[in-house]
T-cell receptor
Framework: NAGVTQTPKFQVLKTGQSMTLQCAQDMNHNSMYWYRQDPGMGLRLIYYSASEGTTDKGEVPNGYNVSRLNKREFSLRLESAAPSQTSVYFC???????????FGDGTRLSIL | DAKTTQPNSMESNEEEPVHLPCNHSTISGTDYIHWYRQLPSQGPEYVIHGLTSNVNNRMASLAIAEDRKSSTLILHRATLRDAAVYYCILPSGNTPLVFGKGTRLSVIA
């Protein structure tokens, strides 16, 4: 029972490099999300997709793009990584209309 | 999401019950009360949710005040593994969940 799967688990980038974080869910949820969590801080929403074919900005979308590839997959792209984007990135699914929200284990991203 | 207020931190002894409070005085009649927790170095996980009646599951119990302006998450017997940040959230329709600062629970052996 995989739930929400994120890849990679860890990544180190140099400033200016690009990278795509992958997320897949097997719970047939319509909605999917990307959050970031800086050390000692709370979760902040980057982008979300309420259903296949739609995406919306969250609280901190600058510097990121997303693609809802199909119902299962929602990717997050950093086009030109900056040190300020060093964080742990969590993907989640579900959570609308009082559905419980399920999270992946996170991607720990360091940008030098 | 309607605003919730939680203590920043709480401490409990192992194997004792823990009562984690949440105030939500602006709750509307259709708002559910959700609780999540985040263990160290992990993503948040769903714990329990309810509307008016008290709720129980294998992880915890949720006690909801009669006026619904407050609720309490009850861990019946805290273990070291329950040390986490606990979030009380009132989801709003079709908008994404907003995670506040939560309550950091420490469990002492």
């Amino acid at each position: 029972n995989a739930g929400v799967t994120q890849t990679p688990k860890f990544q180190v980038l140099k400033t200016g490099q690009s990278m795509t974080l992958q997320c897949a869910q097997d719970m047939n949820h319509n909605s999917m999300y990307w959050y970031r969590q800086d050390p000692g801080m709370g979760l902040r929403l980057i982008y979300y997709s309420a259903s296949e074919g739609t995406t919306d900005k969250g609280e901190v979308p600058n510097g990121y793009n997303v693609s809802r590839l199909n119902k299962r997959e929602f990717s997050l792209r950093l086009e030109s990584a900056a040190p300020s984007q060093t964080s742990v990135y969590f993907c989640a699914s579900g959570g609308l209309r009082n559905q419980p929200q399920h999270f992946g284990d996170g991607t720990r991203l360091s940008i030098l | 999401d309607a605003k919730t207020t939680q203590p920043n931190s709480m401490e409990s002894n192992e194997e004792e019950p823990v009562h984690l409070p949440c105030n939500h005085s602006t709750i509307s009649g259709t708002d559910y009360i959700h609780w999540y927790r985040q263990l160290p170095s992990q993503g948040p996980e769903y714990v329990i949710h309810g509307l008016t009646s008290n709720v129980n599951n294998r992880m915890a119990s949720l006690a909801i005040a009669e006026d619904r302006k407050s609720s309490t998450l009850i861990l019946h017997r805290a273990t070291l593994r329950d040390a986490a940040v606990y979030y009380c959230i009132l989801p709003s329709g079709n908008t994404p969940l907003v995670f506040g600062k939560g309550t950091r629970l420490s469990v002492i052996a």
